[in-house]
């Protein structure tokens, strides 16, 4: 088992810039790869972002390229994902996910997560 718990969303204004954090507990040692995704009202969770535990690649949703950076701290057991020049369209409620099964490309995939935090609230208003 992993426990992973969120931390850092709130209300930003349309351009601003936000920081997430994820610390994982638990079977730690398990995890191959860690990522965001997001659930905005009446959609389906999608992935945001993701990294290899071990060598640290990074995947990135087209939607976030260039705007959103993930990365990891090993030590900690912590991911993070700094937001900058936040949409609208970003307004979601954000997701730690862990997995011990995804290894390149795949963590793209929801279904090669196996754990999840509880999420936190991004608002993004105009």
């Known amino acids: 088992q992993v426990q992973l718990v969120e931390s850092g969303g709130g209300l930003v204004e349309e351009g601003d810039a936000l920081r997430l954090s994820c610390v994982a507990s638990g079977s730690v040692r398990s995890i191959n790869a860690m990522g965001w995704f997001r659930q905005a009202p009446g959609k389906e969770r999608e992935f945001v972002a993701g990294i290899i535990w071990s060598h640290g690649t990074t995947y990135y949703a087209d939607s976030v390229k260039g705007r959103f950076r993930i990365s990891r701290d090993r030590l900690a057991n912590r991911v993070s994902l700094q937001m900058d020049r936040l949409k609208p369209e970003d307004t979601a409620v954000y997701y730690c996910?862990?997995?011990?099964?995804?290894?390149?490309?795949?963590?793209?995939?929801?279904?090669?997560?196996?754990?999840w935090g509880r999420g936190t609230q991004v608002t993004v208003s105009s």
């Open positions: 996910g862990s997995s011990g099964r995804a290894y390149g490309l795949d963590v793209n995939e929801r279904d090669r997560y196996d754990f």
